[in-house]
């Protein structure tokens, strides 16, 4: 009876069809079950076993059972079509699966670099999905080619026709596609990131999102400068936040009139107010030249803070010290000026 045939197949062909369906079926099923359960024992705090029960979690009972039957009726005698529908629905379950695994996985990737560097903003976390999103178009594609190309379609021609079309895309949106990859540069560079107070040229402000296509800056007088990725990949950007010391350099001048024990004072008095403050560092001071003027006196600082504000009160602090040691030592300070020089009888004044 087992020999007797059906549809050009034996029963004991269909039977072994049938066991090697269910055991496939049923083991891949069991698999997928125990590695959960073991995996979600030991993932907690482990972000790479969380991943891998992510990845896990999306077999589907559809996925196996056409992967099952195509294994099962590979010894059997089927028509012609109904191979190739099963063939085809296997191929592309199969394909779709691996394209949403590969998407999580990267995903996961993403959020581990965007850890990494220490990086939480919403401004940083919408970069990154941005370039997760065109990453995965691309996995899209690439995947729909090879289904199709598996599934018997020729796609030479239609690899043809997309690289004719590609290059006329790419010639028109020359400029949004530098700006995309300038984008990826600057995320991946990151030469600043958001709340970076950053000066391109003669524009300054604070860094509030970084786009696929644009940069948005906020100014100091408060409206939104928007500058493209490319033209910020290839200008010099000065970032005040990665700031850690600002060195300053005062002049200081006062008149020749100035007595030589004044003048020996001087460099004291300036290391003394910059010694005074707290978040300033004296480097040194020197009389550094005679002047038109007058004596020239080189003061250098460091403020030990990056922020503006608080450069700018140390530096006022600083002014008004010296000014009230001057005062209180009776040194005066060099004004700009003008000596004519005239001899007794000449007719026109020389300047001296």
Request: net charge positive; hydrophobic share 50%; glycine share 8%.
């Amino acid at each position: 009876m087992f020999e007797r045939e059906f549809f050009g197949n034996t029963l004991w062909e269909y039977l072994a069809a049938l066991v090697t369906f269910g055991a496939v079926l049923g083991g891949g099923l069991l698999a997928r079950r125990l590695g959960l359960e073991r995996m979600l024992r030991r993932s907690r705090g482990a972000d790479l076993q969380e991943l891998l029960v992510a990845l896990l979690a999306k077999v589907r009972m559809l996925e196996c059972g056409l992967l099952a039957l195509y294994l099962a009726t590979r010894h059997l005698q089927i028509p012609h079509r109904l191979d190739r529908l099963i063939y085809s629905g296997v191929l592309l379950a199969l394909t779709y699966r691996a394209l949403t695994m590969l998407q999580a996985a990267l995903d996961y990737a993403v959020l581990r670099l965007l850890a990494s560097k220490g990086s939480t903003a919403e401004a940083d976390r919408g970069t990154a999905r941005g370039i997760s999103y065109l990453v995965a178009a691309l996995l899209w594609i690439l995947a729909v080619l090879f289904a199709l190309s598996n599934l018997g379609f020729n796609v030479s021609s239609m690899l043809a026709g997309l690289g004719i079309g590609g290059v006329a895309v790419a010639l028109a949106a020359q400029a949004v596609l530098g700006d995309l990859f300038s984008a990826l540069a600057i995320y991946l560079d990151r030469p600043f990131v958001a709340g970076d107070f950053i000066v391109v040229g003669d524009k300054q402000g604070t860094v509030e999102q970084i786009g696929i296509k644009t940069t948005r800056v906020r100014s100091l007088s408060g409206e939104m400068l928007v500058f493209a990725n490319s033209k910020l990949t290839s200008a010099d950007i000065q970032n005040f936040r990665q700031l850690r010391e600002r060195r300053v350099v005062i002049i200081v001048g006062v008149p020749y009139q100035t007595s030589a024990e004044q003048v020996r004072k001087i460099p004291g008095l300036l290391r003394s107010a910059v010694s005074a403050q707290a978040q300033a560092r004296f480097d040194r001071a020197h009389l550094k030249a005679f002047e038109q003027s007058g004596f020239s006196f080189e003061l250098v600082y460091y403020v030990i803070d990056h922020a503006y504000a608080v450069y700018m009160e140390v530096n006022q602090a600083i002014h008004l010290a010296v000014l009230d040691s001057f005062c209180k030592e009776g040194i005066a300070f060099a004004m700009p000026a003008t000596v004519f020089h005239q001899a007794p009888g000449a007719g026109a004044p020389r300047i001296g």
